[in-house]
Every structure is written in structure tokens, then in C-alpha cells.
């Protein structure tokens, strides 16, 4: 690695960013242009029906945002002709074709002369997702995306985030390695991209010949997709897409420079641009959120596993130095795990003692204004402990009100049909999520932490981009930063 400034590297450099008002692109376009900025442009490529509409949206779900609050006190009522300056809002989809949806055939040839680095963050992280929406945007939309690459006269450098949870149920250390082209985690052959398409075609041109409403459509598709993913070892669409698409990208990448970048469970910000900004419920703060306001009263899983999250700034900053560190490798591909269960693991107990003590010294306000008293939760260490519980708490009464309900009031029927929906959320949950409550697995990272070692020894400014894990006090953060974060930004 030839290893530089990170601020000079990115001085007068020309970025495309797909997904741009996602979690991470966010944060990573607003630490680009409070850190440097003399960029020379970011591209950054969103849904939208029109550039007016991916305006709109940007300014509403990024600049408007807390994040940007850094910027607003640097550059006051300038901010937003900073960011015009600094920035193309563009209307776009890349599951389109290898244009990216992108209509402008002026902007097209400005983007193909111009840009030197791609950075793909377009996904969906819906573990339930529809198997058609989840392959056209996780699997077909990067390939579409490598295509364009492709066209860039300019390019330095791909960057494509995946998942590390890529690795399935994978138990023990698991490398920074690729999967190849056709690999399946059981063994199972016969694993195709194109007969992966034409089933998920097939099968939604069935559906729609059948005449069945979209309700319906949606539910067949969302079960298709597990149902395929388990066909080859993988838990659920998402990780089966994403596995997906890094194979096909290291299939077809030719000479293109490819940087595959697999960060663990991304959490609140550690410390860049402030401590604990995070949006929307991410996979451990429905916990947080379930506890805080008194409706979750157990916890399905292994009380001493270990946890792998990484704060959200950690995996911006390492991308960043990552771009800068493998720029211009022709042909290359390496693959970075970004988290913490090597570097600095942290317990599943760790998180719940910190939650309790958080909640009984700032109790949740609930809407009667009374404050909301937690408890301890009660954890179920395994499934036959959870089967037992359901059976205990709901199942039986369940069959109570179905016994009576053909005799009782419409109000024993409501409450039927509403505890009938409860368990069966419940039960989705656990089918879609129980991978990963009794997960064994830890996630080598050497090859980041030969990056964060190289990156120190070349005096880089990793004070800049530090996406040191073992800067991390988990009891402070979880205390002061992310619980309370996760409070001011999600509770609603």
C-alpha cells in the first residue's frame, strides 16, 4: 500500500456515492466535506422522480439533519451554497441498467470523464425483504454499478459495502477471504446468478398471471427469497444477496481496483462529527428501544456471546482511508472486516447491564406522563427455554380464547385475533433473527488493523479517521453515548 495524506488524497478528488441519503452516506458526505473541503465533487446518486425531487429529499434527509450541525455553525447561511459548490444531487436507480437510471446524457459523459472514486452503499438491509427487491438492488444493482465503474476513464478505486455477516452461521475465526463464484456455505451446487434471476422472474410473473393482490405477491416473495437462501446455506435474502453480489463483482471486476468492505453491526457515532448520532432502529436498538419504554420483558439468546458492533464513524473513517490506501491497484481485490470481537469484544451482558442502569437513572416518559419503570430481563439461554415461555405466556391462554371464542362477546374474538398476530410476529422474528442470538463466529480483521498499523507508521492523520476499536470503553459508550443517543434519535 502506498500509503499518503488522507486530506491531500482527497483534495480536488471527484467521488461517486450510490445510496446517498442512506446511514452511511451520510455520515460519510458530511466527513468529507467538513474535513476536506476542497474535494472537488461529490456525486451523489439517489431515488427520486426528477432533480427538483432528489433536491428535496437530500436537503431533508441529510442536510437538514443533526449530522450536519458542524457544518451549519462553519458555514452559517453559506452552507448551502457550500454544498452546491461541493455537490451534484442526482436523480437515479441503480437497478436500472448500467447507467444507473441516471437520464442526463451530458451528466453521464461529465461522469464517466470525471470520476476516480465510487464508493456503493445502495442496499436494502431488510432481512425480510422481497426476494425480486433485494436481488435487484443488493446483486444485480452492484453489478450494475461495476459496469459503470467500467466506463470511468479515471478510476481509482471501487468501493463496494457489503455485510460481514456474508459468513452465514459460520462458527470460530472467519477470514477476510471471498466467496467464489458459484460457492455455497452447505456444500449445495448448482448456486447461478442468472438462474437465481429467471426463478425470482418466473415466479412473480406466476403471481401476477394468478391474479393475486400485492398483498399476497409481497408475502410469496418475501418467502421465496428465504427459501432460496436456505437452499444454499445462507439465513435470510439479505446476506444471500449481498454474498451474491461479491461474487459476481470478483468474477467480473476484470482490472478494476475492488475493495469489498464487510463492517459487523453498525452503531451509534463514537465521537465524528459529536458522539451518538444514529437514525432509524438499526438490529440492537430495538432492544434498546423494546426495554426503555417497558415492553421487552425477555431476551432470546446467549447472555455470554459476543456482541461484534462498531460505531458508524469508525466504518466511514476506515473507507475512506481505505480509498486512498489501495487507490489505482489495477485488477486488485481485498476484502476488509470493520468490527470489534477480535479487537475489543464486548458481552451480550455488557450491553443489558448498561441498559438497565441507563433506564432506572433516566426512566422513559411514557404517554401519560409517568415515568416507566424496567426490570431486569429475563433470558432465555436457548429454544427450548423460549418454547416453554411462549407455551407458559401465550400459547396456553391463546387455546383458552379459542375454546370459548365461538361462545363469548366480539370483544374475546378481538383479543383472539390480536394475540394470534403478536405470537406470529413474534415467531417471524425469531425465524429470521434466531441465526444470529446464538451466533459463535468472531471476525478476523488483520488485514484493517495492518491498514490502521500501516496508516500510524506512514504518519497519516488516523487521528482524523481513527477507526481504532480498542479506543473504545464499551461501559462509557453504551452509557453515555449510544443508549442516550438512541433516545434522543429513535424514541419516538
Given at each position: ?59 431533508n434527509e441529510a442536510v437538514e439533519k443533526d449530522l450536519f450541525k458542524l457544518l451549519r455553525e462553519k ?194 457515532t463514537f465521537q465524528d462529527p459529536f458522539p451518538g448520532w444514529v437514525e432509524g432502529i438499526r438490529t ?98 436457548s429454544m427450548d427455554s423460549f418454547r416453554r415461555y411462549m407455551a407458559l405466556h401465550y400459547l396456553l ?96
Amino acid at each position: 500500500m502506498q500509503l499518503t495524506s488522507v486530506l491531500k488524497f482527497l483534495e480536488n478528488r471527484t467521488i461517486l456515492v450510490t445510496g446517498a441519503t442512506g446511514f452511511l452516506a451520510k455520515i460519510f458526505v458530511e466527513k468529507i466535506l467538513r474535513v476536506q473541503p476542497n474535494v472537488k465533487k461529490l456525486y451523489l446518486l439517489l431515488r427520486a422522480q426528477d432533480h427538483n425531487a432528489a433536491l428535496q429529499r437530500f436537503k431533508n434527509e441529510a442536510v437538514e439533519k443533526d449530522l450536519f450541525k458542524l457544518l451549519r455553525e462553519k458555514y452559517g447561511a453559506n452552507l448551502n451554497t457550500f454544498i452546491s459548490q461541493r455537490t451534484t444531487i442526482i436523480p437515479g436507480d441503480i437497478t436500472c441498467d448500467e447507467n444507473l437510471g441516471v437520464k442526463d446524457s451530458n451528466l453521464l459523459q461529465e461522469m464517466w470523464r470525471e470520476v476516480e472514486v465510487i464508493v456503493n452503499l445502495a442496499a436494502t438491509t431488510n432481512f425480510d425483504e422481497r426476494y425480486d427487491t433485494a436481488l435487484e438492488l443488493n446483486t444485480l444493482g452492484a453489478i450494475h454499478v461495476l459496469n459503470f465503474a467500467k466506463k470511468c476513464s479515471k478510476l481509482k478505486v471501487l468501493l463496494h459495502v457489503s455485510t460481514a455477516y456474508v459468513s452465514g452461521e459460520k462458527t470460530g475465526l472467519i477470514l477476510e477471504t471471498p466467496y467464489n463464484l458459484g460457492e455455497t456455505l452447505n456444500g449445495t451446487s448448482g448456486l447461478n446468478i442468472d438462474t437465481e434471476k429467471k426463478v425470482m422472474e418466473e415466479t412473480l410473473k406466476h403471481l401476477r398471471f394468478q391474479g393475486c393482490s400485492e398483498e399476497a405477491i409481497t408475502a410469496a416473495m418475501k418467502e421465496l427469497g428465504l427459501e432460496r437462501a436456505r437452499k444454499y446455506g445462507w439465513p435470510n435474502t439479505y446476506v444471500f444477496t449481498k454474498a451474491l453480489a461479491e461474487m459476481v463483482l470478483g468474477d467480473l471486476k476484470e482490472d478494476v481496483p475492488l475493495v469489498i468492505f464487510r463492517p459487523t453491526i453498525v452503531t451509534s457515532t463514537f465521537q465524528d462529527p459529536f458522539p451518538g448520532w444514529v437514525e432509524g432502529i438499526r438490529t440492537i436498538d430495538s432492544l434498546a428501544v423494546g426495554y426503555g419504554k417497558g415492553k421487552l420483558t425477555c431476551f432470546l439468546g446467549d447472555p455470554d456471546a459476543i456482541i461484534d458492533i462498531i460505531p458508524a464513524d469508525m466504518v466511514v473513517n476506515a473507507m475512506i482511508v481505505t480509498m486512498m490506501a489501495h487507490a489505482d491497484q489495477r485488477g486488485s481485490q481485498i476484502i476488509y472486516h470493520v468490527g470489534t470481537s477480535v479487537s475489543n469484544p464486548i458481552e451480550f451482558t455488557c450491553i443489558q447491564d448498561c441498559a438497565f442502569h441507563y433506564f432506572r437513572e433516566h426512566p422513559w416518559i411514557d404517554k401519560q406522563g409517568k415515568p416507566v419503570i424496567v426490570g431486569k430481563v429475563n433470558v432465555l439461554s436457548s429454544m427450548d427455554s423460549f418454547r416453554r415461555y411462549m407455551a407458559l405466556h401465550y400459547l396456553l391462554p391463546l387455546k383458552g380464547l379459542e375454546i370459548v371464542n365461538t361462545v363469548l362477546c366480539q370483544f374475546l374474538q378481538a383479543k383472539y385475533l390480536e394475540l394470534h398476530r403478536k405470537i406470529k410476529f413474534v415467531m417471524r422474528l425469531i425465524d429470521l433473527y434466531g441465526p444470529y442470538l446464538f451466533f459463535k463466529g468472531i471476525y478476523d480483521d488483520m488485514n484493517t488493523e495492518k491498514l490502521r498499523r500501516a496508516g500510524k507508521a506512514a504518519g497519516i492523520e488516523m487521528d482524523v479517521f481513527n477507526f481504532n476499536p480498542k479506543s473504545i470503553n464499551w461501559e462509557d459508550y453504551f452509557s453515555n453515548t449510544h443508549i442516550p443517543g438512541v433516545v434522543k434519535y429513535v424514541f419516538k
